[in-house]
């Protein structure tokens, strides 16, 4: 793949919007009440509905963030969700209330409602445009970043589940206008948003078509196909937990047990044995891994001290250069580097240190790890409990992977890292330009509505 591949850019939108030339967009339009426009909250008209009829449900996970998509083809009878959950109709507005679902821009307008009435989550306010009122201006003006920003200020409750009240929608502003003067500003940013949707559309096929590539060179690179075709062994038998490949001739089967000096899950002290911040010994936990070989401490970084670090969590130190995978998902697959930063690290109990021996580098066993193949052989072999995988330290030692000689290793894994270089290139352009249009929609809602608010 070249670095030169194309992407997307997301460019200004046109100045005849940025720059209106009619009322539509005007400073200095008079501020009214939010609820002058909508109603808060209504109550259902139970004696219009009956146990049989069937409504439309809408669970939090069913808003899409930040898009305002929402799928409404979950079906329920009357009888089972009105008690509970919050009632809606036809063309209202949905407000996630709930951190962090409402700074993620849980805001929807329901259409397309099984007998034009829907139940869902508790967590939503829902806001009834009165008559001439657009609902689409409506949910245009509270989805911009500044009122959500404004919203999350006026939160209250506990960490983690703070909300919106519905005093703060009661008591917000949003400029005036006619009802033509509606219908034309949203019709210019739908218009505008149909041209940054296509666009961040294409950005996100080629992030897809970049990560099936990178799939590929793994895959290739397991089989010995990266730059030249090996001959398949002949007979040469399959070890029981070996990926479901040929091996080439030249190259043999050897478990992590075999190559790897260690291969060791980690535990965990109790709470007030870690410190969030700073400490002495950094110790590490699912979400510091990524899925490329990267590891972020930045994410709530936690420590222990270094008397537990040696006593208790002694099993569970790994040091630069170490190969970490997560073994409880979902999602599994997981694989970092530890990084220089720290001398020594521990890690929890849900990941799994390898390592490299003197017969494997240390980054060619990351990549097999990464591997479609090994993937898929790890996924196999995990143990599903309650929506949650679980993969067993034993089996981790059992893994069966190809060995090359190690002077091919070095070869393969410069190859690797060749290819994989120009993709990260690829992606931090990608990454760049889906901000960008992130922004872009946000200053396209601000000017649209530009009025001091």
């Known amino acids: 793949m070249s670095k030169s591949a194309t992407v997307t850019e997301v460019r200004e939108p046109s100045a005849r919007y940025l720059v209106p030339n009619s009322n539509s967009v005007r400073p200095g339009r008079r501020l009214v009440p939010l609820t002058d426009l909508v109603d808060l909250n209504p109550k259902p008209n139970r004696s219009e509905m009956f146990d049989n009829l069937e409504v439309s449900f809408v669970p939090m996970a069913s808003v899409e963030a930040g898009s305002g998509q929402v799928d409404v083809?979950?079906?329920?009878?009357?009888?089972?969700?009105?008690?509970?959950?919050?009632?809606?109709?036809?063309?209202?507005?949905?407000?996630?209330?709930?951190?962090?679902?409402?700074e993620n821009g849980k805001i929807a307008v329901v259409h397309g409602l099984k007998n034009g009435i829907g139940f869902g989550s508790t967590e939503f306010h829902v806001l009834r445009p009165k008559p001439g009122i657009n609902p689409h201006y409506v949910y245009h003006f509270i989805s911009s970043s500044s009122f959500r920003a404004s919203a999350a200020h006026e939160m209250t409750g506990a960490v983690g589940q703070k909300r919106v009240p519905a005093g703060?929608?009661?008591?917000?502003?949003?400029?005036?206008?006619?009802?033509?003067?509606?219908?034309?500003?949203?019709?210019?940013?739908?218009?505008?948003?149909?041209?940054?949707?296509?666009?961040?559309?294409?950005?996100?096929?080629?992030?897809?078509?970049?990560?099936?590539?990178?799939?590929?060179?793994?895959?290739?690179?397991?089989?010995?196909?990266?730059?030249?075709?090996?001959?398949?062994?002949?007979?040469?038998?399959?070890?029981?937990?070996?990926?479901?490949?040929?091996?080439?001739?030249?190259?043999?089967?050897?478990?992590?047990?075999?190559?790897?000096?260690?291969?060791?899950?980690?535990?965990?002290?109790?709470?007030?044995?870690?410190?969030?911040?700073?400490?002495?010994?950094?110790?590490?936990?699912?979400?510091?891994?990524?899925?490329?070989?990267?590891?972020?401490?930045?994410?709530?970084?936690?420590?222990?001290?270094?008397?537990?670090?040696?006593?208790?969590?002694?099993?569970?130190?790994?040091?630069?250069?170490?190969?970490?995978?997560?073994?409880?998902?979902?999602?599994?697959?997981?694989?970092?580097?530890?990084?220089?930063?720290?001398?020594?690290?521990?890690?929890?109990?849900?990941?799994?240190?390898?390592?490299?021996?003197?017969?494997?580098?240390?980054?060619?066993?990351?990549?097999?790890?990464?591997?479609?193949?090994?993937?898929?052989?790890?996924?196999r072999t995990s143990k599903a409990t309650a929506g949650q995988f679980n993969v067993q330290v034993s089996t981790c030692r059992k893994l069966v992977l190809p060995m090359p000689p190690v002077e091919e290793q070095r070869n393969i894994v410069d190859e690797i890292d060749r290819r994989l270089s120009i993709v990260q290139g690829v992606e931090a352009e990608v990454d760049v330009n889906l901000r960008r249009a992130h922004t872009l929609r946000q200053t396209i809602l601000a000017r649209a509505f530009a009025s001091g608010c």
Request: with cysteine; proline share 7%; net charge neutral.
């Open 73 to 102: 083809a979950n079906i329920r009878k009357y009888a089972e969700v009105k008690k509970g959950y919050t009632y809606f109709r036809e063309g209202d507005i949905l407000f996630a209330k709930i951190t962090p679902c409402m």
């Open 168 to 379: 703060f929608l009661e008591s917000a502003l949003i400029p005036e206008a006619t009802g033509d003067e509606q219908l034309e500003i949203v019709a210019e940013l739908e218009k505008q948003f149909s041209r940054l949707d296509e666009a961040v559309a294409n950005l996100k096929r080629v992030k897809a078509n970049l990560k099936r590539y990178k799939a590929a060179v793994l895959s290739s690179a397991l089989r010995g196909q990266l730059w030249a075709t090996h001959p398949t062994q002949a007979n040469s038998a399959r070890p029981e937990f070996a990926p479901e490949i040929d091996l080439p001739s030249g190259w043999s089967w050897a478990s992590t047990a075999e190559v790897c000096d260690v291969v060791a899950s980690g535990s965990t002290p109790k709470a007030d044995e870690m410190v969030s911040g700073s400490g002495e010994v950094p110790f590490l936990k699912v979400y510091n891994l990524g899925f490329d070989g990267s590891l972020d401490f930045t994410v709530k970084p936690t420590f222990v001290r270094r008397a537990i670090h040696e006593g208790p969590l002694n099993r569970s130190r790994c040091f630069p250069g170490d190969v970490l995978m997560n073994i409880v998902g979902p999602p599994l697959g997981k694989i970092s580097f530890v990084p220089g930063d720290f001398p020594e690290w521990n890690i929890n109990q849900a990941i799994v240190t390898f390592r490299a021996g003197p017969r494997v580098l240390n980054r060619l066993l990351a990549f097999w790890l990464m591997s479609p193949e090994v993937g898929e052989r790890i996924e």
